[in-house]
């Protein structure tokens, strides 16, 4: 009797966990479907303002070759360092020429401007699903280095973020200042709800076959690659 007590015991906690986990798939796909929402409206905002831009540049040269006829070279140059300033803005929010990967750095940029942002980005080409990927990854990193900067003392509040293409491999480094040493799992009691966690970019990393490194000195620093 108490054999079917426990095999029974045994199959409801099974039922629950098997629940759970897929409870906490949900949330996680909710968070990725809503940070991907974010950057396709901003992806679109920043479109929009290129069309407009691209639409209003002939005339702009129009009217600058106007002035410079007329011999009005004051007015002139001061209608092609308002153009220049435009010009400015939109190279701004151009971080590299994958449009959710730039949408998400726009996002993550824009909501934490006490934060300088470093950051070295190359040109790829990447599928789809590795760009979706990729955001996850670097949504996570990110955050993770964000939680990092509020908890500790320090004065310096930057990160760094580095990724380029190298012998069809996807490199991506983030390194910020360190709080205290941490473990690969993430220290939050609810990885879901608080964040996707370290935890994720090493299920994603080994999708990719890729390998992991985290260093622990001075900074913390994750180094990754994914093969392509």
Same mark, same amino acid.
């Given at each position: 009797m108490s054999i079917v007590i426990g095999i029974t015991t045994f199959y409801v906690m099974y039922?629950?966990?098997?629940v759970e986990v897929e409870n906490d798939k949900l949330k996680l796909l909710g968070k990725i479907l809503d940070y991907s929402n974010e950057q396709h409206q901003l992806l679109m905002e920043n479109e929009k303002e290129i069309r407009k831009?691209?639409?209003d540049m002939l005339n702009n040269l129009s009217i600058a070759s106007a002035l410079s006829i007329e011999g009005k070279n004051k007015e002139m140059q001061e209608f092609l360092l308002k153009?220049?300033?435009?010009?400015?803005?939109?190279?701004?929010?151009?971080?590299?020429n994958q449009q959710y990967i730039n949408a998400l750095l726009n996002l993550k940029i824009a909501n934490n401007p006490d934060i300088l942002f470093e950051y070295e980005i190359g040109f790829?080409?990447?599928?789809? !699903?590795?760009?979706?990927?990729?955001?996850?990854?670097?949504?996570?990193?990110?955050?993770?280095?964000? !939680?990092?900067?509020?908890?500790?003392?320090t004065n310096r509040k930057e990160i760094k973020l580095t990724?380029?293409?190298m012998d069809s491999n996807l490199f991506i480094t983030v390194e910020n200042d360190m709080y205290k040493s941490k473990s690969l799992l993430t220290e939050k009691d609810n990885s879901v709800d608080h964040?996707?966690?370290?935890?994720?970019?090493q299920k994603l990393v080994n999708k990719y076959q890729g390998i992991i490194d985290i260093n622990q000195s001075d900074k913390f620093k994750v180094s990754l690659f994914l093969k392509k």
């Open positions: 039922k629950q966990y098997i831009i691209k639409h153009l220049i300033g435009d010009i400015e803005v939109i190279k701004s929010i151009t971080y590299c790829f080409e990447l599928t789809q !699903e590795m760009e979706f990927d990729s955001c996850t990854i670097i949504s996570n990193l990110l955050d993770n280095s964000l !939680e990092e900067i509020r908890r500790s003392f990724m380029k293409e964040g996707m966690g370290l935890s994720i970019v």
